[in-house]
């Protein structure tokens, strides 16, 4: 069974920064794709960033690009997301997903395992 455990969120000003970590089962991080995904209030899940298991494709939503960065550590099998320059519209829940698919999917119908999410609450 895939597991995926995020932490991180919080509650920041606009401008600032936050490190969000996802630890998964050592199987899911030898094999999967990973990413996050996130769903503001009202809103659908969206793409936000994605990473292959070599960390040598990534990709960012539009939205996000410049400011926020994808990494993983295949020794710790944990996949992080450094925001930083904050503003309110990221305000949502980050979901760290897992797909064997490479790239991982950019539409959430299509993403096989999914974390509890964690809050990001970014105020002005």
């Known amino acids: 069974q895939v597991q995926l455990m995020e932490s991180g969120g919080g509650l920041v000003q606009t401008g600032g920064s936050l490190r969000l970590s996802c630890v998964a089962s050592e199987d899911t991080f030898r094999s999967d794709s990973m990413g996050w995904f996130r769903q503001a209030p009202g809103k659908e899940r969206e793409f936000v960033a994605s990473?292959?298991?070599?960390?040598?494709?990534?990709y960012y939503d539009e939205s996000v690009k410049g400011r926020f960065t994808i990494s993983r550590d295949n020794a710790k099998n944990t996949m992080y997301l450094q925001m930083n320059t904050l503003k309110p519209e990221d305000t949502a829940v980050y979901y760290c997903?897992?797909?064997?698919?490479?790239?991982?999917?950019?539409?959430?119908?299509?993403?096989?395992?999914w974390g509890q999410g964690t809050q990001v609450t970014v105020f002005s």
């Open positions: 997903v897992a797909d064997p698919f490479n790239p991982l999917p950019d539409d959430a119908d299509y993403v096989t395992s």
């Open positions: 990473i292959d298991l070599d960390g040598r494709r990534i």
